[in-house]
């Protein structure tokens, strides 16, 4: 008999985790862009390392494990791509819309790193709910601004089309603006499923 640390839930991470590599090997072969592509996949290898390299020290449940990756796979695709010409025309003529919307897509999904941030903060007992979801939601906004400056130094130091392609601004001056946006929403999203988690325990 298997216990709740063993059998198929015990392995969904390991699973992820080879669903995350393979889709590394496929994004680096023949990208749109290598210099695009690097300075896309240097965070997000970052974060799969870190992720990797703690997890015998601390196991995140299934689902931080599961939203976690939702970043690091759609990032990697639009690093192949390149963010505006991933193909995703289905979905923009679906809506009517005029612009590419998946690195909007991706951006959302960067708030899903505020359920793990919450949980480690709860499991670790350095914070009650209420003050570990705010951190929660707080780390992903100053995550959001710090890229968007990076994003901006990147494209005026690199300069040229590799700088265009790596603003992804596709011509819309709010572009920093609505990422950021996209990337608090996100985490509401995430805050909201966090709220029914066995880790959030009710008030006595």
Do not use: C
């Not at 592509?37 to 974060?47: D, F, L, Q």
């Not at 990797?52 to 601390?58: C, D, L, S």
């Not at 939601?137 to 100053?142: E, G, K, P, R, V």
């Amino acid at each position: 008999m298997t216990t709740s640390g063993n059998g198929w839930q015990y392995r969904i991470p390991h699973f992820l985790a080879v669903v995350i590599i393979a889709t590394m090997v496929w994004s680096y072969i023949n990208p749109a862009d290598m210099t695009v592509w690097w300075a896309e996949m240097v965070p997000i290898i970052a974060i799969f390392l870190g992720l990797v390299v703690t997890y015998p020290k601390f196991r995140f449940s299934n689902t931080s494990y599961v939203l976690m990756s939702v970043l690091l796979i759609l990032h990697t695709i639009g690093a192949h791509y390149t963010f505006a010409n991933v193909p995703f025309d289905w979905f923009s003529d679906f809506f009517g819309f005029e612009r590419n919307h998946y690195d909007r897509m991706s951006h959302f999904s960067v708030g899903f790193y505020a359920y793990p941030a919450a949980e480690l903060l709860l499991r670790k007992q350095w914070a009650r709910p209420v003050t570990a979801m705010f951190f929660g939601l707080f780390f992903i906004m100053s995550v959001a601004a710090a890229y968007e400056i990076i994003e901006w130094q990147f494209a005026v130091i690199e300069g040229g089309d590799a700088g265009i392609e790596f603003l992804g601004s596709q011509g819309d001056v709010w572009d920093a603006q609505k990422d950021m946006l996209a990337d608090t929403l996100g985490a509401i999203f995430a805050l909201l499923l966090f709220v029914f988690s066995r880790w959030v325990k009710p008030a006595r």
